[in-house]
Nanobody
Framework: QVQLAESGGGSVQAGGSLRLSCAAS????????MGWFRRAPGKEREFIGD????????YGTDSVKGRFTISRDNAKNTVYLQMNSLKPDDTAVYYC??????????????WGQGTSVTVSS
């Protein structure tokens, strides 16, 4: 089994920055891509982006391109979400997720508990 634990959330003023971390533990050898999602109040879950084992990142929503950066440190089994130029619309609970390998790579198999980000204007 794999456990994912997010950290780094909090409150920040518009224009500020935060870096979220997601540490994986357990059977980390069974992980492939890792990703970030968020759910804003009253909205559906939104895919932010993901990153492959080799470090290639893609982003799923235009609203974060140029402001958010996903990276990972495989030695630490940790993926990061650097968020700059934050806006009140970025207020949400942020979740990290991970895909398995083989047939388990088809879905986001593992999820963290989420970390809350609040951006005030």
């Amino acid at each position: 089994q794999v456990q994912l634990a997010e950290s780094g959330g909090g409150s920040v003023q518009a224009g500020g920055s935060l870096r979220l971390s997601c540490a994986a533990s357990g059977a980390t050898y069974s992980l492939s891509a890792m990703g970030w999602f968020r759910r804003a109040p009253g909205k559906e879950r939104e895919f932010i982006g993901d990153i492959t084992l080799s470090g290639s990142a893609t982003y799923g929503t235009d609203s974060v391109k140029g402001r958010f950066t996903i990276s990972r440190d495989n030695a630490k089994n940790t993926v990061y979400l650097q968020m700059n130029s934050l806006k009140p619309d970025d207020t949400a609970v942020y979740y990290c997720a991970a895909r398995g390998i083989g047939t388990f790579a088809l879905t986001w198999r593992y999820w963290g508990q989420g970390t809350s980000v609040t951006v005030s204007s």
